[in-house]
C-alpha cells in the first residue's frame, strides 16, 4: 500500500550497494512513495554492487562518491541539485565498515590505522555530509536527513568491535549538528538504530546469526526487517515527522527496552539443564 508520502520530494540516498541492502529498500520505498533522488556509492562498491540496476528501477542518476572525500560529496550536493532541478528534501546515510572487522581483529588487539578508517568512513563521512550540505545550502527547510546506527552505540556486543565507537560518535554528530541546521534552516538530523540485519556488510559481523537469533527471541515485536526499517525512514523523510529532530529512534522491536524475555529465559533454562553454557 503506498501513501504518497513522498509526492514531489527530491533527496540523496548514500550506501545502497545490492538488494540486501537497507538503503536499496529505502530507494525503492522512497520511489515508490513519489520521491525522486540520485544514488551514490564508492565507485569500487559500485564494481562489486548492482547500484545501475537500482537506478533503472526507479528512474535515478548514479553519482560516484566517496563519503570520505569532501570534494566528491560537494561533487554529489552540486550534480544532485543540477539533476533534481533544486534542493534536496532528504538525505539518506547508510555507510559503515569496518577493516577490524573484516581481518578478525579483536578489540583488545585493534590496528589503529584500521581504526581511524572505521570512524572516517562510519561517522566522519557523516559530518563531512552535513557541513557541505550546510555550506552548499542543498537541503530545503523542513528537509529531513537519516543516518543509519545501531544499539552497539550504547552497549557492548561482542563483536561488533570498533564500529560501536564509531555509532557512538555517529550519534553525537546527529545531536551537535542537528541543534546547528535546526536552529537555522529548520532541519531534522536523526538516526535510527535499527535490529541486526542481515545486509552484505552485518553479514561480516562475528556471531551475526546467533545475534540475530537472540534479539529476535529477546524482541517482544521480533527484530525489524530492511523492509521495514525503509518504511519507517520514509516516515522520517516526510512530512509527518517535521519536528523529531537531533533523536536516535529505535527500531528494533523493543530489543532496546528489554532485560530478559520469557523465550530468553526458557532457552537459557535448557542452556542450563544440558550442561552446554560456558561460563
Known amino acids: 500500500m503506498t501513501y504518497n508520502l513522498l509526492k514531489g520530494k527530491k533527496g540523496i540516498i548514500f550506501g545502497a550497494l545490492d538488494s540486501k541492502s537497507i538503503a536499496w529498500k529505502v530507494a525503492l520505498k522512497a520511489h515508490e512513495e513519489g520521491a525522486r533522488f540520485t544514488l551514490s556509492n564508492t565507485p569500487a562498491a559500485m564494481r562489486f554492487g548492482k547500484l545501475n540496476d537500482l537506478a533503472g528501477k526507479t528512474g535515478s542518476k548514479v553519482i560516484p562518491a566517496d563519503a570520505t572525500k569532501v570534494e566528491d ?39 589503529y590505522d584500521y581504526f581511524i578508517k572505521t570512524l572516517d568512513i562510519s561517522a566522519l563521512s557523516f559530518h563531512k555530509m552535513l557541513q557541505v550540505a550546510r ?11 537519516v543516518a543509519l546506527s545501531y544499539i552497539a552505540a550504547q552497549r557492548t556486543l561482542y563483536g561488533y568491535n570498533d564500529m560501536g565507537d564509531a555509532k557512538s560518535l555517529l550519534e553525537s554528530i546527529v545531536r551537535s549538528f542537528g541543534y546547528i541546521y535546526g536552529r537555522d534552516k529548520k532541519i531534522r538530523v536523526n538516526t535510527i538504530s535499527q535490529s541486526p540485519t542481515k545486509t552484505t556488510a552485518g553479514s561480516g559481523v562475528k556471531g551475526m546469526g546467533n545475534l540475530m537469533d537472540f534479539t529476535e527471541r529477546m524482541s517482544p515485536l521480533g527484530n525489524a526487517s530492511s523492509e521495514e526499517c525503509a518504511d519507517y525512514c520514509v516516515t522520517l523523510f516526510s512530512d509527518l515527522t517535521r519536528k523529531v529532530t537531533m533523536q536516535n529512534l529505535y527500531h528494533d522491536g523493543g ?25
Open 255 to 279: 530489543f532496546s527496552t528489554m532485560g530478559m524475555s520469557l523465550r530468553a529465559m526458557n532457552m537459557y533454562n535448557r542452556g542450563i539443564d544440558c550442561d552446554c553454557l560456558e561460563d
Open 73 to 111: 560529496l560537494w561533487d554529489v550536493f552540486k550534480k544532485s541539485m543540477e539533476h533534481l532541478d533544486g534542493k534536496v528534501d532528504f538525505v539518506l546515510h547508510s555507510i559503515g565498515m569496518s577493516l577490524n572487522v573484516r581481518k578478525k581483529r579483536l578489540y583488545d588487539d585493534l590496528n
Open 135 to 145: 555550506k552548499l545550502d542543498a537541503i530545503n527547510e523542513w528537509g529531513s536527513v
